[in-house]
């Protein structure tokens, strides 16, 4: 091996902050922080939960030496997941939406499992779609909680993308929160400008709220009356 480059060496060692950790389960192969013994810890500012992801796999295939490079990915799961996914996509084409449902959500839980080294974002891509139909699910289900909350997943997974934004709208629509609504899908359109699904539903939330305006005895009447309570998933 070549000897290392003593300015970078250098570089390293200046920057190198020793930090006080324990092992723990199982056989000793996580890290946690000494004083407290948690894989996360606020106090100590450390958070060791992608490393003993990381650890606890190696642990578990005594075969892998080390991980391979993030470019390698396993076909396998791809193909899980997108088979799994287009068994719910046919089942929503057919207005099966509950059986679509639980489609969908294994196909979550499977994109989940991709090992941490493989590029994260993969799983995002793979995620963002499927919680995305999922929100659609749910909302031909009538939960619009739900919805809601699959569509707010999206938007954190991949902002830029403007379905996200439109299930949210939509799911906010529902639960009677129209100013949201044009704030989601005025968001959604500043990433795709001249959208027609959005310009169009924009244009109906306004429709609403300007009905809503002209009836200040209705209007008082939805801005004071408790939120709805959520439906069963």
């Known amino acids: 091996m070549r ?15 020793p930090v006080d950790i324990t092992l723990g389960t199982p056989d000793n192969v ?55 996914k ?6 929503f084409k057919a207005g099966q939406h509950e059986k679509a449902l639980q489609r969908y959500t294994m196909a979550a839980n499977i994109a ?15 995620l963002s779609t499927i919680l995305s139909n999922r929100s659609a699910a749910y909302y031909e289900l009538g939960d619009y909680v739900s919805a809601l909350t699959d569509a707010e997943s999206v938007i954190t997974l991949k902002r830029p993308w403007s379905k996200g934004h439109f299930r949210k709208a939509r799911a906010l629509m529902k639960l009677e929160k129209y100013q949201e609504a044009k704030d989601a899908i005025q968001l959604g359109l500043s990433f795709e400008v001249g959208n027609s699904e959005m310009t169009q539903m924009l ?29 069963s998933a």
């Open 3 to 17: 000897p290392p480059d003593p300015v970078m060496q250098a570089l390293i060692e200046q920057s190198f902050i």
């Open 30 to 84: 996580t890290a946690h922080c000494g004083p407290h013994s948690l894989e996360k810890c606020t106090d100590c500012d450390v958070d060791y939960t992608t490393l003993n992801r990381i650890s606890k796999t190696l642990h578990m295939n005594p075969g892998l030496r080390c991980p391979p490079p993030p470019n390698v990915v396993s076909q396998k799961l791809s193909a899980a997941i997108s088979n799994t």
């Open 86 to 91: 287009e068994e719910g996509n046919a089942l």
């Open 112 to 126: 989940a499992q991709r090992p941490p080294w493989e590029a994260s974002q993969l799983m995002r891509e793979e």
């Open 203 to 231: 244009s109906d939330i306004d429709v609403v709220m300007r009905r809503l305006q002209s009836r200040p005895e209705r209007r008082l009447k939805r801005d004071t009356a408790p939120p709805p309570l959520p439906l």
